[in-house]
């Protein structure tokens, strides 16, 4: 296969000297099923979650849905290839639920492990290591019309599919992921509404959180039985920031915080439900007979990791605020009496999210120091969505996304020599892709992506990311002098 010529990346002080990485660091890319996939309705595959909320009017941007995407479902083979002239150690792809089970539960699709079968395979004859996410976010909708995340059968149905899926592919895939951003699955579509499946619920979007970490707890008994060596979770913890010093400000912080990272690490990391949660949710939460938390969840969820995966892009700032529905009987879990802005005396990216990279260093040591029995922390996704052009030439020169990821990765370096355990670090994305809401509008890939035509185009952050990655090796060679 023939790319487009892409010279390399000029030495200036638009592309200075790459951070250092201890030895045994690994980079890699990442990118998810539905975002690339395509082949909506090919081999067996069910519908999912987000192939209803593309097509109810005015959810997503232009209308735009997931049925093509990036085709990778056909071009596997050409991605790979760009991985691996990439020189990444590892890539992080998402499995898709309705491919292996239609339904949700029952018989299995077996053209659709097959695809994956043959994903894995490709990925190792070309020196790749695969690291398999079970759940990123596309539910299949059967499931959903009997409750979904909000129903602990959907927990249990999670475990089914995570058995037959490690069952099939565990020889070969060493790091699995159980769930990707729950808070995204349950505050951003269960509460928010912005996501799939669009709903505006109080304790049902709470349920729903409740229940992502049980089906990650039996999801994580399903691996270990399978015999798998690496197990994990990907969170999406926030760097919040209070828009003064004021008392009040203070307070909806600790609300916020509750809200985005602790309903996730207490469970997991400190065997309790938040401190906090009573004054952030008070009626919504858990009472009397039937409640959605039952004896042991604890044990389950908080049983131990191989890694926690983290994804960051920015931090929030946050200002105290009253409730913007005041009745408690229609309110949604994500009215905290808070609100969230972005910063506004720094770059933004096309997704409007301020560029602040010493947050992201603050956030790592900040985790490690409250939770220390936090096991290694691995960067699952970070990355930014800039205005990509083509230039005549055929070249994308995104020196913003440049700047983006050698700010972060600074950052990152920084919080490893403050002691933090991290071991590797994913871009997200390798390809340009369906962007959730917003359509295709938003590009984050390192690659370019024609969707007329299903071209890719290599920008120069891939160029720039693919000399990160051999100068580490350089350094970190046998009897080179590594930290």
Not at 75 to 81: F, K, Q
Not at 405 to 430: F, I, K
């Amino acid at each position: 296969m023939n790319f487009p010529e892409s010279p390399e990346l000029p030495d200036s002080p638009e592309f200075p000297e790459f951070p250092e990485f201890p030895r045994g660091f690994f980079f890699g890319a990442a990118t998810a099923s539905y975002q690339i996939e395509g082949a909506y309705d090919e081999d067996g595959r069910g519908p999912s979650i987000w192939d209803t909320f593309c097509r109810e009017p005015g959810r997503v941007a232009d209308g735009a849905t997931g049925d093509v995407a990036c085709d990778h479902y056909h071009r596997y083979r050409e991605d790979i290839t760009l991985l691996r002239e990439l020189g990444v150690d590892s890539y992080r792809f998402s499995v898709a639920w309705p491919r292996i089970q239609p339904t949700g539960s029952g018989p299995v699709n077996a053209a659709g492990l097959g695809f994956y079968d043959r994903l894995v395979d490709e990925l190792l004859a070309a020196g790749i290591s695969p690291a398999a996410t079970l759940y990123h976010w596309d539910l299949p909708q059967a499931l959903e019309d009997r409750g979904g995340w909000r129903a602990r059968e959907t927990a249990e149905r999670f475990a089914d599919y995570t058995g037959v899926v490690a069952a099939r592919l565990g020889d070969r895939v060493d790091r699995w992921i159980t769930l990707n951003e729950p808070f995204c699955t349950s505050f951003v579509g269960y509460a928010a509404g912005a996501h799939a499946p669009g709903a505006r619920e109080g304790r049902g979007a709470l349920a729903a959180a409740h229940h992502l970490l049980v089906g990650h707890g039996l999801a994580v008994q399903a691996l270990r039985a399978t015999g798998a060596r690496e197990v994990g979770i990907t969170l999406n913890p926030d760097r919040l920031l209070p828009a003064t010093d004021s008392p009040a400000d203070l307070a909806a912080v600790r609300r916020v915080e509750t809200l985005h990272n602790d309903v996730w690490f207490e469970p997991l990391f400190a065997g309790c439900y938040p401190e906090h949660e009573a004054e952030t949710w008070g009626e919504l939460l858990p009472r009397g007979d039937g409640s959605y938390r039952l004896g042991g969840d604890l044990d389950l969820i908080g049983a131990p990791l191989d890694f926690v995966g983290v994804n960051y892009y920015r931090p929030i700032t946050v200002s105290a605020a009253p409730h913007r529905d005041p009745d408690p009987a229609t309110r949604t879990a994500v009215d905290v009496r808070a609100e969230e802005t972005w910063r506004e005396d720094v770059r933004h990216t096309t997704m409007d999210w301020p560029v602040v990279p010493h947050t992201f260093t603050d956030l790592l040591v900040d985790l490690a120091a409250r939770y220390p029995t936090l096991p290694p922390l691995l960067i699952t996704e970070n990355g930014s969505a800039e205005a990509d052009t083509v230039d005549a030439d055929g070249r994308v020169r995104d020196v913003e996304r440049v700047d983006y990821l050698r700010g972060h990765l600074d950052a990152l370096a920084a919080a490893v020599r403050a002691g933090v355990d991290v071991r590797g670090y994913y871009v997200w994305s390798l390809l340009d892709n369906f962007e959730w809401a917003r359509g295709y509008g938003q590009r984050f890939g390192i690659v370019r992506v024609d969707y007329d035509t299903q071209t890719r185009t290599p920008k120069d952050s891939y160029r720039w990311y693919r000399r990160l990655i051999a100068a580490h090796r350089a350094r970190t060679a046998p009897g080179k002098d590594s930290r």
